[in-house]
């Protein structure tokens, strides 16, 4: 049982680490907005027309959860620090 515990442990301090190292190195993500097609969400009854996805400001990437924790402590710290 304590085996089974600390590969979970160990595979989340892993995955973490993993998702850490991703935001350092790349803080930008794919939009993942169901119809958001290159930064576009085509309409669904006229399949030429589209507009801008609000998510992404039509870009079609966005910045990581993680990236903005990172962004947000920081500034709260830079803060408390003046």
């Known amino acids: 049982m304590t085996t089974l515990i ?6 989340l301090l892993g995955y973490s680490a993993f998702y850490i190292m991703m ?3 790349s803080p930008w993500g794919i ?6 097609t290159s930064g576009r969400i085509y309409s669904r009854v006229f399949r030429k027309t589209f507009r801008e ?4 400001n039509g870009t079609g990437r966005r910045v990581r959860i993680g990236r903005r924790i990172y962004e947000y ?9 003046r």
């Open 53 to 56: 996805c609000p998510r992404c």
């Open 23 to 25: 935001c350092a190195i």
């Open 6 to 11: 600390l590969l979970a442990t160990l595979t």
């Open 31 to 36: 939009c993942q907005r169901s119809r958001c």
């Open 73 to 81: 402590l920081r500034s709260e710290r830079k803060a408390g620090n």
